[in-house]
């Protein structure tokens, strides 16, 4: 029961704070909780973890509200939940743990930077650009207006003062902490809010009914095209990365039960089903709460069960609460999720250890901040295949002269790969061709094809002069 509580006054202001920053109502971010905790809390998978809206998600639901409207995002978000529950019966869950940690963090650090420049332009009452690239040129300007007053300068004022808060929240007496930070950043600016009767824009309160929106024969016109096919596999590759990813982290938090990937993922998929169908946000396992949940001495599903009942109750009885919350008090808990999502740590430990790493990290970061979301994380794993494959190609060639009228000797150990082909070949080529040549391959632990195809081309050529050959250890076998 306390356990619940505490996620549930941690949930409400991020369920209400990533649907506005999402570009709907903030009823929908409380529906996609609802259902994390009522639904997916009972289903198998990780007993801990908690699902609901995320802010990592925030950046491509907005851009899909935008591109094909509100009234698509429940098929989007269906067609998402669909193909996550056919991924995690297919047991797929598993192979979510193969992506590199690189291209996670730097799809965090990505998530948080967009979601901080956004929010940047929201609480100063400016229209923020539609790219990253355009956020960040544009960025001169918006300071440029913070300091001579023509940005909202209460509300900006609030969401600094809230960030400030929820940064120095630790530090507080443990009376003081007992109370959710994010919950007490809204309470104390829905107060100042209404006790200076400030003039700062609130949220719109629609009602918990008014706000769900099924899905209808029109809307599924946004998944038939490429653009919403596109949508509809970010949505369901990220929100799966972010749940298993979640699910790993709450693992290393208590000593109960580990999750089951395959059945965490179509637990996930049927949340995202059933919000579809309801035309709420989609929902992740989300690590802030499931923290929240563990710390608070949650040892069983009921505590998040709990949690979704209490969110429900808040949203049916007193929805106007709702209308009392400064939209900037709720941009400034996104700003400071958005940098608790740059692993900072982690950029100073692969500065130190692991260069090559910071750099996929870095590109992933940058892709998506320049491109998208989902083609950012697809440039971070290939260069990160590319990488691998590159430091597991190493292939050593020794050159032995034995002396004048000697044969030439050639040892190749390591893994002959296309990669290091043409090092081989300058390395062969570079041969006298009037001297026989033994070539010992019995070092290398794979040759591929085009390593395989390239020696015995050179050899067919070194060989046609006829005071030359070429010996092979062991034997090549040649076959027609």
Not at 48 to 59: C, D, I
Not at 116 to 139: E, N, T
């Amino acid at each position: 029961m306390p356990a619940s509580l505490v996620v549930f006054l941690v949930a409400v202001p991020l369920c209400v704070g990533v649907a506005v920053a999402s570009g709907v109502s903030a009823e929908r971010g409380l529906v996609t909780g609802i259902v994390g905790g009522l639904v997916v809390g009972l289903l198998p998978g990780s007993s801990l973890q908690v699902s609901g809206p995320a802010a990592g998600l925030t950046v491509l639901v907005f851009d899909a509200v935008q591109r094909f409207g509100p009234a698509a995002l429940g098929v989007l978000v269906l067609a998402a939940g669909l193909l996550q529950i056919a991924m995690g019966l297919l047991r797929t869950g598993r192979w979510f743990r193969a992506i590199s940690l690189s291209v996670v963090h730097g799809m965090l650090a990505g998530i948080g930077l967009i979601l901080i420049l956004g929010q940047l332009y929201a609480v100063s009452g400016r229209s923020a650009p539609g790219s990253g690239g355009g956020k960040i040129a544009h960025l001169p300007g918006l300071v440029g207006d913070w300091f001579t007053g023509r940005a909202a300068t209460t509300a900006l004022l609030m969401a600094a003062a809230t960030v400030l808060l929820l940064a120095v929240w630790k530090k507080l007496p443990a009376p003081v902490r007992a109370v959710p930070a994010p919950l007490a950043a809204v309470a104390l600016a829905a107060a100042a809010t209404a006790l200076f009767d400030l003039d700062v824009p609130r949220v719109e309160v629609d009602g918990l009914l008014d706000s769900l929106s099924p899905p209808t024969r029109d809307a599924l016109a946004a998944v038939t095209g490429a653009a919403g096919l596109g949508t509809v596999l970010a949505f369901a590759l990220i929100a799966s990365a972010e749940s298993l990813f979640s699910a790993a982290a709450v693992d290393r938090m208590h000593h109960g039960p580990r999750t089951d990937y395959d059945r965490e993922l179509t637990a996930q998929g049927i949340g995202n089903t059933l919000c579809g169908l309801l035309g709420a946000l989609p929902m992740t396992a989300v690590i802030v709460r499931s923290a929240a949940n563990v710390q608070a001495g949650a040892r069983t599903r009921t505590s998040r069960v709990l949690h979704g009942l209490w969110l429900l109750l808040f949203a049916a009885l007193v929805p106007a609460a709702l209308g009392l919350i400064p939209l900037a008090v709720l941009g400034g808990v996104l700003v400071h999720a958005g940098a608790k999502l740059v692993p900072l740590p982690q950029i100073a430990a692969l500065w130190r250890g692991h260069r090559g790493e910071l750099v996929v990290m870095a590109v992933t970061t940058t892709a998506i901040v320049l491109t998208t979301l989902f083609e950012g994380v697809l440039i971070g794993v290939a260069l990160a295949v590319a990488k691998s494959a590159w430091q597991t190609s190493h292939l050593h060639i020794d050159l032995t002269d034995t002396g004048p009228g000697g044969p030439l000797r050639i040892s190749l150990s390591g893994n002959a790969t296309f990669l290091r082909l043409p090092r081989l070949l300058d390395a062969l080529e570079s041969l006298p061709t009037g001297r026989p040549v033994e070539l010992d391959w019995t070092g290398l632990r794979h040759l591929d094809h085009a390593c395989r195809t390239a020696l015995l081309t050179w050899a067919n050529r070194h060989t046609a002069h006829p005071e030359t050959a070429v010996t092979w250890e062991p034997p090549l076998t040649v076959t027609t």
